[in-house]
């Protein structure tokens, strides 16, 4: 195990708009008010043709990149996610959120990093931490952007 310690920043509370996209909206807002780690919950509902992922396709496979089991969202689902966002190797703040998705019976859970679109719209906490040193850095044996602690 490897470990750091951070302290509490400041908190952002977002509302997201009707065809926002994630991650991409919570990257830009992160650039935008000098956020470089944090942690995000969210509460809302995602659009179809969204995209998630959930896992690989083999996890014995030594295919960089891996092969990973995408979904696409078919239709309007409610959803609710975590996650943290911390400095790839370019020092961008890099999201990487997990989220629950929802409707009638059926239910999904993954990896938001290929995009999903926002429907109607999505509640967002953003906490920062500050004095962190992890950050991200792409994973030569998978492929994936993986943390990393100093």
Not at 22 to 32: C, G, Q
Not at 81 to 106: I, Q, S, W
Request: hydrophobic share 40%; aromatic share 8%; with cysteine.
């Amino acid at each position: 195990m490897q470990y750091t310690e951070a302290t509490q920043g400041r908190v952002f509370v977002l509302r997201l708009e009707q065809g926002d996209l994630l991650p991409d909206t919570i990257e830009s807002f992160a650039r935008h008010k000098g956020i470089s780690s944090g942690v995000v919950y969210l509460l809302g509902a995602t659009d179809q043709d969204s995209k998630i992922v959930s896992g690989p396709r083999d996890a014995e496979s030594t295919r960089v990149p891996m092969d990973v089991n995408e979904h696409l969202l078919n239709d309007v689902y409610e959803s609710f996610g975590f996650g943290t966002l911390f400095p790839d190797e370019n020092k961008v703040p890099f999201l990487h959120l997990h989220a629950g998705f929802g409707r009638n019976k059926n239910a999904l859970v993954g990896c938001i990093r290929p995009g999903v679109s926002i429907w109607l719209y999505m509640e967002v906490v953003i906490i920062e931490l500050l004095n962190c040193t992890a950050k991200r850095k792409v994973n030569p044996d998978n492929g994936f952007t993986l943390l990393e602690i100093d």
